[in-house]
Nanobody, 124 residues
C-alpha cells in the first residue's frame, strides 16, 4: 500500500505564503489532487494535476493564488499557496490516483490514496 506523506503546513498571517509537498512512497501516480477540510468539516476540492503536469485544475477561490506542480525526478507534488487569506484555514489533504480522471478530477471518491492531512492556519 502506497503512502502519501505531506509536509509544509503551518501558521502564517494573511498575505503570506506556504508550500505543501506530497511525496508517495514506492509508487508513481497518474493524478494528484489537493482537498481541504475547513472548520465546519466540509471537504472542498482545491487543485488537481495530472502526471504530465499539463492539465491542472483549481477551484475558483484559489485561482491566481495557488499553483499546483509536480517534480517527476523527486516524485513529489506541490501546492504553492500565495496571498493566503483567513478563509484558506483548513486541514489540507493530498490525494492520488493510478488513473487519469478526466472530468472526475474533483471527485474525492476517485482518489484511492490519501495523505495524513496537514494544518494550514491563516490569521488576519
Amino acid at each position: 500500500q502506497a503512502e502519501l506523506v505531506e509536509s509544509g503546513g503551518g501558521s502564517v498571517q494573511a498575505g503570506g505564503s506556504l508550500r505543501l509537498s506530497c511525496s508517495p512512497s514506492g509508487r508513481i501516480f497518474e493524478s494528484y489532487a489537493w482537498f481541504r477540510q475547513g472548520p465546519r468539516k466540509e471537504y472542498e476540492f482545491v487543485a488537481a494535476i495530472d502526471k504530465s503536469a499539463v492539465t491542472i485544475y483549481y477551484t475558483r477561490s484559489v485561482e491566481g493564488r495557488f499553483t499546483a506542480s509536480r517534480d517527476s525526478a523527486k516524485n513529489t507534488a506541490y501546492l504553492q499557496m500565495n496571498s493566503l487569506k483567513p478563509e484558506d484555514t483548513a486541514v489540507y489533504f493530498c490525494a492520488a490516483s493510478e488513473y487519469y480522471l478526466g472530468s472526475y478530477y474533483s471527485s474525492r471518491e476517485k482518489y484511492a490514496f490519501w495523505g495524513q492531512g496537514i494544518q494550514v492556519t491563516v490569521s488576519s
